[in-house]
């Protein structure tokens, strides 16, 4: 499995994006989708992440209610940033485990998308 990231770039704080990211080699059925993000400085950290069929999605404390994490259950799955703060700056990733249960840590997964950068001023 292959994924390219996309969507990024440099809004305004309050703002929104819409990263993408597109599955190539197979499709993505019975994969769970995730979105983590890394700061210069930090560690990478889950964001947001949804299960194979699309009916159960998870996210991080500090972007509930402001992100949403969407799939077309295919090749494709998207991150609608909405309220976006000086905070949420970061390179984001998507990446993909064949899993029945949602992963939230980085080393649960299997694929990788090459990262988008966000960088939010203020």
């Known amino acids: 499995v292959q994924l390219q990231a996309s969507g990024g770039g440099l809004v305004q704080a309050g703002g929104s994006l819409r990263l993408s990211c597109a599955a190539s080699g197979r499709t993505l059925i019975s994969y769970v989708m995730g979105w983590f993000r890394q700061a210069p400085g930090k560690e990478r950290e889950f964001v947001a992440g949804?299960?194979?069929?699309?009916?159960?999605s998870t996210y991080a404390d500090s972007v509930k209610s402001r992100f949403t994490i969407s799939r077309d259950n295919a090749k494709n799955t998207a991150l609608q940033m909405n309220s976006l703060k000086p905070e949420d700056t970061a390179v984001y990733y998507c990446?993909?485990?064949?899993?029945?249960?949602?992963?939230?840590?980085?080393?649960?997964?299997?694929?990788w998308g090459q990262g988008t950068q966000v960088t939010v001023s203020s």
């Open positions: 990446a993909a485990v064949r899993s029945t249960t949602i992963v939230t840590v980085t080393v649960g997964y299997d694929y």
């Open positions: 949804i299960n194979w069929s699309g009916s159960r």
